[in-house]
Nanobody
Framework: QVQLVESGGGLVQAGGSLRLSCAAS????????IGWFRQAPGKERLFVAS????????LYGDSVKGRFTISRDNAKNTVYLQMNSLKPEDTAVYYC??????????WGQGTQVTVSS
């Protein structure tokens, strides 16, 4: 089992930046893909970005391409989401999760991001 803890959320004005962190503990997951998702009130959880822990291959949702960057620090077992040019529609709770044979799992508790206009 992997435990994930998100941090770095907060309130920011439109056009601003935030960096989220997803710290992992528990069993080694060097072969896994780690992803970020977000969920706005009353809406479904949506894919934001993911990165392969080994090799660093990245994927992004269409709505964040060119604005968000996912990265990882293997030594710290931490994945980051750098969010630039934030928009009010980016407001949501952001979650990280691992991807393995059974799909997405090991969800963190989430961190709130609020972008004011």
């Amino acid at each position: 089992q992997v435990q994930l803890v998100e941090s770095g959320g907060g309130l920011v004005q439109a056009g601003g930046s935030l960096r989220l962190s997803c710290a992992a503990s528990g069993r080694t997951f060097s072969s896994y893909r780690i992803g970020w998702f977000r969920q706005a009130p009353g809406k479904e959880r949506l894919f934001v970005a993911s990165i392969r822990w080994s090799g660093g291959t990245t994927l992004y949702g269409d709505s964040v391409k060119g604005r968000f960057t996912i990265s990882r620090d293997n030594a710290k077992n931490t994945v980051y989401l750098q969010m630039n040019s934030l928009k009010p529609e980016d407001t949501a709770v952001y979650y990280c999760a691992t991807y393995g044979p059974s799909g997405w799992s090991d969800w963190g508790q989430g961190t709130q991001v609020t972008v004011s206009s």
